[in-house]
């Protein structure tokens, strides 16, 4: 997964394998082997490969189905239409549930006040 998803990020940020190598500070050759599955990068140069091509480790690692553009994008058009995201990490099933109804509550309130 790693060196299809490498290479499809490189070349959708239009680098080649040289302009990679230069500023992971290796060689092409070490690009070629990761995209070719012949060789895996350290976790220290997976990392620096991600924040180079502006990705996350995840979706290099195929842990993810969505990269970094396409949650970019989701958040961009949630700010462009007053949407926002909620962090309910900690909270259980119910306690969601509570809140998207309290949500739903007020969205009716100030529609039957317009």
């Known amino acids: 997964?790693?060196?299809?998803?490498?290479?499809l990020v490189r070349q959708k940020r239009k680098m080649?394998?040289?302009?990679?190598?230069?500023?992971?500070?290796t060689t092409k050759g070490s690009i070629s082997n990761y995209e070719n599955g012949r060789?895996?990068?350290s976790v220290e140069v997976l990392v620096n490969i991600a924040n180079i091509l502006n990705s996350s480790?995840?979706?290099?690692?195929?842990?993810?189905?969505?990269?970094?553009?396409?949650?970019?994008?989701?958040?961009?058009?949630?700010?462009?239409?007053?949407t926002h995201f909620i962090e309910v990490s900690g909270l259980n099933q119910e306690d969601?549930?509570?809140?998207?109804?309290?949500?739903?509550f007020l969205r009716k309130k100030n529609l039957n006040k317009n």
């Open 39 to 41: 060789s895996s990068p």
């Open 16 to 25: 080649t394998q040289e302009e990679l190598a230069r500023t992971l500070g």
């Open 96 to 104: 969601i549930e509570f809140l998207k109804n309290q949500i739903e």
């Open 57 to 82: 480790t995840d979706y290099l690692l195929g842990r993810t189905l969505e990269s970094s553009d396409f949650l970019r994008e989701k958040l961009k058009d949630a700010q462009e239409n007053n």
């Open 1 to 7: 997964m790693l060196s299809k998803r490498l290479k």
